[in-house]
């Protein structure tokens, strides 16, 4: 399966020129950690709350001030649309990769793919098991195992 198959299409980026406040808000909407950062819609980076945190607080930047171009990580991860939805979650175990962005051939920006939707693609559904656990209070055998064992007995 391709990776187009699996990943979130429409993904919200931001560009460089945005604030790091804007990709704060951005972040916090949306729940994620991380955020491609595209120039027209072409990838140029990520950006990490690690990454915005660094910046306001070691270098005491202004969020509403600083570009988030002065924070992103340039060295790009990423996977194209046609690649194996398989080589592609060997690379996110490789890289330790959560959410990687999906490009096309042209490197724009089209997707992202996480580690939940690769482990949904490849979990074979199981039918529910419901299992009792032992209460610490009671003995080990159930009333029905002794009876049984009595039975056994019985008939020898």
């Given at each position: 399966m391709k990776i187009r198959d699996v990943m979130t299409p429409d993904i919200e980026v931001v560009t460089p020129r945005d604030t790091l406040s804007t990709a704060a808000r951005l972040m916090a909407d949306l729940g994620f950690e991380a955020i491609p950062v595209a120039d027209n819609n072409k990838l140029v980076g990520m950006i990490t709350a690690r990454d915005m945190a660094v910046c306001i607080a070691v270098d005491g930047s202004d969020p509403e001030a600083t570009a988030v171009r002065q924070?992103?990580?340039?060295?790009?991860?990423?996977?194209?649309?046609?690649e194996n939805a398989d080589d592609v979650a060997q690379k996110m175990a490789e890289w330790w990769m959560r959410r990687l962005p999906v490009v096309n051939a042209e490197k724009r920006v089209i997707g992202m793919v996480s580690l939940a939707d690769l482990t949904a693609l490849n979990a074979a559904p199981r039918p529910r098991q419901f299992r009792t656990r032992p209460h610490p209070l009671r003995p080990k055998h159930s009333a029905r195992q002794t009876s049984r064992t009595r039975r056994t007995a019985a008939a020898a």
């Open positions: 924070a992103i990580t340039t060295d790009l991860l990423y996977c194209f649309e046609n």
